[in-house]
Nanobody, 128 residues
Framework: QVQVAESGGGLVQPGGSLRLSCTTN?????????LGWFRQAPGKEREGVAA?????????YYLDSVKGRFSISQGDTANDVLLQMKDLRPEDTATYFC???????????????????WGPGTQVTVSS
């Protein structure tokens, strides 16, 4: 069973930066997979923010509103993924979730239906 866990959330002022980390257990690294970040604000649907797919040579995908501000990358091990966020805005406030999806082929990796395993989420609050 693949397990996913996030860390790094917190309170930050507008214009500030934050880095989120996601760790999966070792079972996933023997397949082609994607690791994605999603967020859900109160009263809104969950939306895909960024994703990276190992089967595609590390192809990366971003929500339009975060392009140029957020960057997804693999961490120190193949099991980890980082989301570096800069120039944060109040509208970025949400619970952020990491998810893992296993597939031999590229999929629409910003859609939550493509993911099989989810972490519990970490809160990001952007406020002065």
């Amino acid at each position: 069973q693949v397990q996913v866990a996030e860390s790094g959330g917190g309170l930050v002022q507008p214009g500030g930066s934050l880095r989120l980390s996601c760790t999966t257990n070792s079972e996933i690294r023997f397949t082609k997979y994607a690791l994605g970040w999603f967020r859900q604000a109160p009263g809104k649907e969950r939306e895909g923010v960024a994703a990276i797919y190992t089967g595609g040579g590390g192809n990366r995908y971003y929500l339009d509103s975060v392009k140029g501000r957020f960057s997804i990358s693999q961490g120190d091990t193949a099991n980890d993924v980082l989301l570096q966020m800069k120039d944060l805005r109040p509208e970025d406030t949400a619970t952020y979730f990491c998810a893992a999806g296993v597939s031999p082929a590229c999929r629409p990796w910003l859609m939550e239906s493509e993911y099989d395993y989810w972490g519990p989420g970490t809160q990001v609050t952007v406020s002065s």
